[in-house]
């Protein structure tokens, strides 16, 4: 019985170091979440003030291309702008609240401009294009109006000739028979 009641102590002692060794592994387990769950909410946090800072740029590009035109030279004023250092501070101070955030932007900034300007230079080729299309189809219409004019022109000049050298000559041999009378 001796035995039996060792075994049994033995035994709940395994089970009493197991269930510590479970709360030790649930305790590390759960503070590893935490930190990943932080580390994530941090990442986050950059993202989103990459993308704010992105947003903003890009809406000021499309507003001063809509209001000055898009051409090139509108373009690359804005661009000047953005290379500014003040705008570049006051920007990244802007959307970047903590001193991570603004380290962060102040890495990403001039890929971000990068982005931003290449999209906009590509939309104004994009209308640069489209606009010569619109210019080529409407003188295409033009030369076809031309034309058509062209063949009407010549038609008439033809009528004219076929119609008037009939009735010249009628008039001739009308007047030459007067003549001899």
């Not at 001193?99 to 906009?120: A, F």
């Amino acid at each position: 019985m001796g035995v039996l009641i060792m075994e049994m102590e033995k035994i709940n002692k395994n089970i009493n170091d197991m269930q510590q060794r479970q709360e030790q592994i649930r305790k590390i387990t759960q503070k590893k979440e935490q930190e990943q769950n932080k580390k994530q909410y941090e990442k986050d946090l950059l993202i989103a003030c990459e993308e704010d800072l992105k947003n903003s740029m890009d809406r000021v590009f499309q507003k001063s291309l809509e209001e000055n035109g898009y051409n090139q030279t509108t373009l690359d004023v804005i661009l000047m702008q953005y290379y500014n250092v003040n705008t570049r501070n006051a920007y990244i101070s802007e959307f970047g609240k903590t001193t991570e955030e603004r380290n962060h932007l102040e890495k990403i900034y001039d890929k971000r401009l990068k982005e931003t300007y290449n999209k906009w230079k590509n939309h104004i080729k994009y209308c640069q294009i489209k606009n010569f299309s619109k210019e080529q189809n409407k003188q295409s219409k033009l030369d076809k109006i031309i034309n058509i004019n062209n063949s009407v022109l010549k038609i008439l000049k033809w009528a004219l000739i076929i119609i008037f050298i009939p009735i010249f000559i009628l008039f001739k041999f009308l007047y030459d028979c007067s003549k001899d009378k």
